[in-house]
């Protein structure tokens, strides 16, 4: 019995983009299609099949521990750029100043779909959903860059809002205006899950 259920919602790519060199910045280019290899997005400075742990799981491992790589993609939702950028006084909110790879419009609360839910696009490519992904201030520089004194504002309005990490199951391309459909786990909500969130730490 398969453990992904199709569903209806879909998604529409409506923007991608590289970020070729992570130690220069974090600033993303737009690119009109991404090759989305079990590496992550090809040229893309986050790919690789590991990375070295970061704060993100600074409870299970420590610093620079290598990883299977579960962030190779970074991907955000259309309504939450348009929301976040409200918030912050701004009339719209480059993605590229995120580090961003993707925009996706049309699946609701974009940024707390299922952990293992997977984005799956005509050609085949298939992006497994990791975890939301939290806001943080290294977008702060780059947003300043454009809009001086700006960039201060985004981790609070980008709470709940920052769209999800993703890894490659399938590869394939995907391109600007293709649709992306959601799949998620078919199993219910662990039941222990409240309660084990209060006693962690």
């Known amino acids: 019995m398969p453990v992904l259920r199709p569903t209806r919602f879909h998604g529409r790519i409506e923007w991608l983009g590289i970020v ?5 910045s974090l600033r993303a280019r737009a690119v009109d299609q991404v090759a989305a290899l079990f590496s992550g997005p090809e040229g893309e400075a986050h790919g690789g099949l590991t990375r070295p742990s970061c704060s993100r799981v600074s409870a299970q491992y420590r610093r620079g521990t290598p990883i299977r790589n579960t962030r190779q993609f970074s991907i955000l939702a259309h309504e939450d750029l348009t929301v976040i950028a409200a918030a912050m006084g701004l009339a719209s909110l480059d993605p590229a ?5 993707m925009v996706v419009s ?12 997977r984005l799956q696009a005509a050609s085949g490519a298939t992006l497994t959903i990791d975890l939301e992904n939290r806001p943080c201030t290294l977008p702060v520089p780059e947003i300043d860059a454009e809009v001086p004194g700006a960039g201060r504002r985004f981790p609070a309005a980008a709470r709940g809002r920052r769209g999800v990490t993703a890894w490659v199951e399938a590869e394939g391309l995907l391109n600007l205006g293709d649709t992306l459909r959601l799949h998620v786990p ?10 084990a969130r209060a006693a962690g730490g």
């Open 186 to 195: 078919d199993q219910p909500v662990w039941a222990c899950l409240d309660e």
């Open 106 to 117: 049309g699946i609701p609360d974009f940024s707390h779909l299922p952990p293992a839910s």
């Open 20 to 24: 070729p060199d992570r130690g220069a």
């Open 97 to 101: 100043l995120l580090g961003a790879n």
